[in-house]
């Protein structure tokens, strides 16, 4: 069979995943295996494939199919999240594209529109993943809006509400204008901007004189209903009690005093708006004053505000400030620099609004589950990288109440209902509300009873879902939640550590009492070069599924892998993409070179060295990745098979068991060098699935289900570390020789002759033949004395002598050997520093210490040698 020069990837990535899903190798029910869950953070609706998704859903896929090489049942859960603010945005254009304003529309018809639009649009990025070669058991994919989970979410917001976790309340909170729903405070992103500091002055009523109040929103003075000063301060304590007239509008307020004020900042006076700032609605409750808000929901000035009505509040700004300087009462401006309040949605800056909303009682809930604070610290939840559990403490220390209801019409109507003369009845449908109704003594009609219009935060969803893909909610026992939950590990971003993975602990704890997960893996974010979080308005952030096209899936998948230690930011740049497909080409050029080889019977007993170094080192490798993916350590795992395949197997392995030009191998050795490749091909499996399984399926003829999808992943097998050793020395020893002839600026096949001066000659003995044809050495012999004429060199404490034809250059053999112990001597000297500290001798581990001693030991030996070859020279 005639093999491609260059590896295509689009020819194989196709066909593999349909073959999978034929073959139903992702497909996972409850059996008698050992359970590996993992649930997708579920992505939004609206959303397309980007390089987080791309990073996320990697790692979430290389653990999957190494759990299901490994015999687990493993089961990854797809879905997506319905996203109440971007859906409702989404769908709010789209009709407006049409001509239609949402106003016009009564709900259901809106929800009819919202529906069809998710239908047409919310399933894009799962197919997308696909392309990646996600893994995913498809036939469990979940929406959050799916009739069982929306059933779940209300079934949980009621049981709240009757314990007394959930409460409806009046409260200041964050509005996002642009959205026109309120905001929870995580959903709230600090930006540090420019901003103007106007200093105004409000005159004093009955005396001349004035305050000067600094401020950097001026449209909200109409809203002010006090000045507040600090009673101590002695520059304003005769002003206590006295009325200030607002500018522009004339009206008179009060002066008052109060130790919340730091007289050192500012100009020491406050102007108080109980309506628009969360502190000065304290101060206002506190001293009981009157509360004027000012803003439409829309951030446009309503009419309380007596001027400006209609207009918008920037626009306000600017009028507010052109007309009080008018009027000479602007005193400066000044420039600064303070953190402004986004919606992390809508990017719109973010108004505190007094509003009647509802909220999760935080502290009450880890006060009934201190398990959600207790798990993390205690590292029954691993967090990695562990640096995260004093965030996550902090936030839990520092919680306050949840705002989970939205001022939207798509996602999941808040079940409570009014009557008439405002009785409210929380209750998990129209008809259990009308019933509790009737046994109070109302006598409505059903129709009577009017639903709360606000919908729940999606998060409110979304901290369900390890639990509720599986219907633990309604079904606490069922045969799905027993058996996948809780569920292995979770991939996720660490900017939603509070938005999601507390708040799913805390529901973990509290439905299944007992932890949502084992362990939390954090991403790190893309960015650019220039350090810069990709994202589409930069236009910094390439198309994933371009990348895929033109790299392959796998090159991609390696090339995202290989510089993302969990938690740790990725500089993205093609060139990590491009260095995955090149692997993957060249791992495909191994296959044709193998493929080229023409067999002959028989064995080369000559090459049992070579097979017993790959087989220890192979098996050497094994552990390592072991031992790695038990850390987690996914990028070092990937780097520890790159290394051992791009190196090991096709540099050295290959060249040493490959037949001279125009010869033949024997059979045993290409059996042997199926097998070994074979077992990489297991191995690097869950890092690149597409390659893989074709490169399986071309070694050799496959049985009918003998696929590399779910062939056993290699176990770690005990391997003899000397057959190690004796293939690491030859591959320094064809080294050597071969620097030796560059130097000497030999053609390629001009022979020389060595001699091996050694205590051990097994591994030469094991490998002549090996190091003879790769350094095209024509005679080989061991030597107990110097040889007149030869260059020197050292093969770990063995000296080998190559005699090369060519006169030696002494001087600048000297000049090497001087520059050698000049390195070694300090090499020795930090090795001996280590040695002699007792704390390191005493806390290492007591393989490492011996590791040191070794070096020490074979540093000395090979100083000797040069030295004495110094001396000889």
Not at 36 to 47: A, D, Q, R, S
Not at 237 to 259: C, F, M, R, S, Y
Not at 476 to 504: C, G, H, Q, S
Not at 810 to 826: F, N, T
Request: net charge negative; hydrophobic share 40%.
């Amino acid at each position: 069979m005639e093999l491609a020069k260059i590896y295509t990837p689009n020819d194989v990535e196709d066909k593999w995943y349909k073959y999978w899903l034929k073959k139903k190798y992702f497909r996972s029910t409850p059996d008698e295996r050992t359970p590996y869950t993992i649930v997708i953070p579920p992505p939004n609706v609206t959303g397309v494939l980007h390089m987080g998704h791309m990073l996320n859903n990697t790692i979430q896929d290389v653990l999957i199919r190494r759990a299901r090489q490994q015999g687990k049942n493993a089961c990854w859960v797809p879905g997506t999240d319905h996203a109440s603010i971007a859906t409702e945005a989404k769908v709010v254009k789209m009709l407006a594209d049409q001509g239609i304003d949402k106003s016009t529309l009564s709900r259901a018809d809106f929800l009819e529109h919202a529906w069809e639009w998710k239908n047409k649009y919310g399933g894009i990025i799962l197919e997308q993943l696909k392309k990646l070669g996600c893994s995913c058991d498809w036939e469990r994919t979940k929406f959050t809006m799916d009739e069982d989970l929306s059933k779940s979410v209300i079934k949980v917001f009621v049981d709240l509400y009757r314990k007394g976790l959930i409460y409806r309340g009046t409260k200041m909170v964050n509005w996002d204008c642009k959205g026109k729903t309120t905001l929870s405070d995580e959903e709230v992103i600090h930006k540090e901007v420019q901003s103007n500091l106007y200093y105004i002055q409000y005159k004093l009523v009955g005396s001349e004189g004035h305050v000067t109040i600094a401020t950097t929103r001026p449209e909200t003075i109409m809203a002010d209903t006090a000045v507040c000063v600090h009673p101590d301060d002695t520059r304003y304590q005769h002003l206590i009690g006295k009325k200030v007239q607002i500018p522009l509008l004339g009206k008179e307020i009060p002066i008052i005093a109060d130790t919340y004020i730091d007289i050192e900042f500012g100009t020491g006076c406050l102007k108080v708006t109980p309506a628009h700032d969360i502190n000065d609605y304290e101060l206002g409750i506190k001293h009981g004053l009157e509360i004027i808000d000012i803003l439409n929901e829309d951030g446009t000035l309503n009419k309380n505000a007596i001027l400006y009505v209609g207009k918008d509040r920037f626009a306000a700004r600017k009028e507010v400030v052109h007309d009080i300087e008018a009027i000479g009462q602007l005193e400066k401006v000044e420039q600064i620099k303070n953190a402004v309040g986004h919606s992390e949605r809508t990017d719109a800056v973010v108004e505190p609004r007094i509003s009647t909303q509802w909220f999760v009682n935080m502290k009450q809930f880890l006060d009934k589950n201190p398990e959600v604070v207790s798990s993390v610290m205690d590292d029954v939840i691993t967090f990695l990288p562990p640096k995260l559990k004093n965030t996550y403490r902090h936030w839990m220390e520092n919680i306050r109440d949840w705002n989970i209801s939205r001022q939207l019409w798509w996602g999941h109507q808040i079940p409570a209902w009014f009557t008439p003369d405002g009785t409210m009845y929380v209750a998990t449908s129209l008809e259990e509300a009308w019933q509790a109704s009737l046994a109070d003594g109302k006598q409505l009609r059903k129709d009577e009873l009017i639903q709360d219009p606000d919908v729940l935060d999606t998060w409110f969803s979304s901290w369900l879902w390890p639990i509720s893909v599986f219907d633990g909610i309604n079904h606490p026992n069922n045969a799905d939640i027993k058996y996948y939950y809780p569920t292995n590990v979770l991939v996720t971003a660490p900017e939603i550590i509070f938005f999601w993975v507390a708040r799913m602990i805390m529901a973990g704890y509290e439905y299944q009492h007992v932890k949502p997960f084992s362990h939390v893996y954090f991403t790190g974010i893309v960015r650019d070069k220039q350090r810069r979080k990709m994202s589409k308005q930069l236009g910094n952030s390439p198309d994933p599924l371009e990348l895929i096209d033109k790299y392959g899936a796998d090159g991609v998948r390696i090339g995202m892998l290989m510089c993302s230690p969990a938690g740790n930011d990725i500089l993205y740049d093609d060139s990590l993409v491009e260095q995955g497909r090149n692997f993957t080409n060249k791992i495909w050029n191994a296959l044709r070179l193998i493929k080229s080889w023409e067999t002959q019977p028989g064995d080369n007993d000559h090459l049992n060295g070579v097979f017993a170094w790959m087989d220890a080192k192979f098996n050497k490798t094994v552990a390592e990745i072991e031992h790695l993916f038990e850390e987690f350590k996914l990028s070092e795992a990937l780097m520890v098979i790159y290394n051992f395949i791009w190196d090991d197997f096709c540099s050295w392995y290959l060249e040493m068991v490959k037949p001279v030009y125009g010869g033949k191998i024997h059979i045993g050795t290409l059996d042997k060098t199926v097998q070994f490749f074979e077992r990489l091909m297991r191995l690097l499996h869950p890092f690149a699935p597409f390659i893989t399984e074709e490169i399986y399926h071309l070694l050799k003829e496959r049985s009918v289900g003998d696929d590399v999808c779910i062939a056993p992943y290699p176990s770690v097998k005990a391997f003899n570390s000397l057959d190690i050793e004796y293939g690491e020395l030859i591959k320094q020893a064809i080294t050597v020789v071969r620097d030796v002839r560059n130097k000497a600026q030999l053609p390629q096949k001009h022979p020389v002759k060595v001699f091996i001066e050694t205590d051990n000659k097994t591994p030469y003995w094991d490998f002549e033949q090996v190091l003879c044809k790769l350094a095209y050495i024509e005679d080989f012999e061991f030597t107990k004395i110097e040889i007149d004429g030869a260059v020197t060199e050292l093969i770990g404490t063995d000296k080998a002598y190559i005699l090369t034809g060519v006169e030696m250059d002494v001087a600048a053999e000297k000049k090497k050997l001087q520059d050698e112990i000049a390195y070694y001597e300090g090499f020795i000297h930090s090795v001996e520093t280590k040695l002699s500290n007792d704390r390191f001798v005493q806390n290492a581990k007591p393989e490492v210490v011996e590791k040191e001693r070794q070096k020490l030991a074979d540093g000395r030996a090979k100083l000797n040698n040069m030295k004495e070859a110094l001396a000889k020279l």
